[in-house]
């Protein structure tokens, strides 16, 4: 098969952060950027995803992955509006 017929998988990450773009292409939303970072974070964390699917450490453990401890602001302001900690 020709190199350029074969399409790579793109990893849960790469998906949910090309989605995130083209549902907020000017990367202003911070629920957006929550949420793609929480869902790449449950990809990389099958096992450790909190078994009662709390909304809460699901993000906080997301943005800390993706953004450590000085997340963009409106991702910041989302997190703090939902009352959730880093």
């Known amino acids: 098969m020709p190199q350029r017929d074969h399409h790579r998988t793109p990893t849960i990450s790469e998906a949910v952060r ?11 939303d911070g629920a957006v950027l929550a ?8 990809g990389l ?6 078994e009662d699917h ?7 453990e997301g943005v800390r992955m993706a953004f450590g401890k000085e997340p963009p602001r409106q991702v910041a302001d989302y997190l703090s509006a939902r009352g959730v900690n880093l």
């Open 45 to 50: 964390n099958p096992r450790d995803r909190n």
């Open 18 to 28: 090309d989605a995130a773009a083209v549902v907020n292409p000017e990367g202003d």
């Open 54 to 60: 709390e909304a809460d450490h699901v993000l906080r």
């Open 35 to 42: 949420c793609a970072a929480a869902a790449a974070w449950i």
